[in-house]
């Protein structure tokens, strides 16, 4: 079955710093890859997406490149901020439209000191 | 326009009862699934309804069961209530012939004591 891999946390930064959270996947054929983030009491907030290899997903400074060689989705930003400080999940649907089956990993908690 | 909309936000039950959880999707969207985070956990698949009937599931046990509604909100129920479904409950609607991109809500934290 599908599954999802990520760096474990909790990662903690200072400002400014360089931020990489690593995510490998299993899938059969060809997933649609995702990044969603969780702030504190909120629900989950889609942060970017890949929906084939060599795509590149980036939104509010965040970026990630879809792997296939590497089975990997990794997540980056050059310069962290405070309002960074979240949960992020990696996740994959097998499925192109809107009826996807998302499947996570297990997050990873980020928290940015100024 | 309202994003996807739950409710409760909090609930606390005995072991044993019954739940009912609800969600209003997105306007325009047609499609709602359900997904159980666990404390510390990544968000688990539990179904998907579309046009009023279960879609797809998840490996949960028959006493979750949920309803589709002509508008498009639905229902989460689970029975017989184990310390172990203790979780944050998210719903997430999208459009079943659209590009893929769920939007969630905020959660129904459920304590089972």
């Known amino acids: 079955g599908n599954s999802v891999t990520q760096m474990e946390g909790p990662v903690t930064l200072s400002e400014e710093a360089f931020l990489t959270i690593n995510c490998t996947y299993t899938?059969?054929?060809?997933?649609?890859l995702f990044w969603y983030v969780q702030y504190p009491g909120e629900g989950l907030q889609l942060l970017l997406k890949?929906?084939?290899?060599?795509d590149k997903g980036s939104n509010k400074g965040f970026e990630a490149t879809y792997r296939k060689e590497t089975t990997s989705f990794h997540l980056e930003k050059g310069s962290v901020q405070v309002s960074d400080s979240a949960v992020y999940f990696c996740a994959l649907s097998d499925q192109d439209f809107g009826n996807e089956k998302l499947t996570f990993g297990t997050g990873t908690r980020l928290t940015i000191i100024p | 326009d309202a994003g996807v909309t739950q409710s409760p936000t909090h609930l606390i039950k005995t072991r044993g009862q019954q739940v009912t959880l609800r969600c209003s999707p997105k306007s325009g969207h047609d499609t709602v699934s359900w997904y159980q985070q666990a404390l510390g956990q990544g968000p688990q698949f539990i179904f998907q309804y579309y046009e009023e009937e279960e879609r797809q599931r998840g490996n949960f046990p028959d006493r979750f069961s949920g309803h589709q509604f002509p508008n498009y909100s639905s229902e989460l129920n689970v029975n017989a209530l184990l310390l172990g479904d203790s979780a944050l409950y998210l719903c997430?609607?999208?459009?079943?012939?659209?590009?893929?991109?769920?939007?969630f809500g905020q959660g129904t934290r459920l304590t089972v004591v």
């Open positions: 997430a609607s999208s459009l079943a012939e659209g590009p893929g991109k769920a939007f």
């Open positions: 890949a929906t084939k290899a060599d």
């Open positions: 899938a059969t054929g060809y997933p649609s």
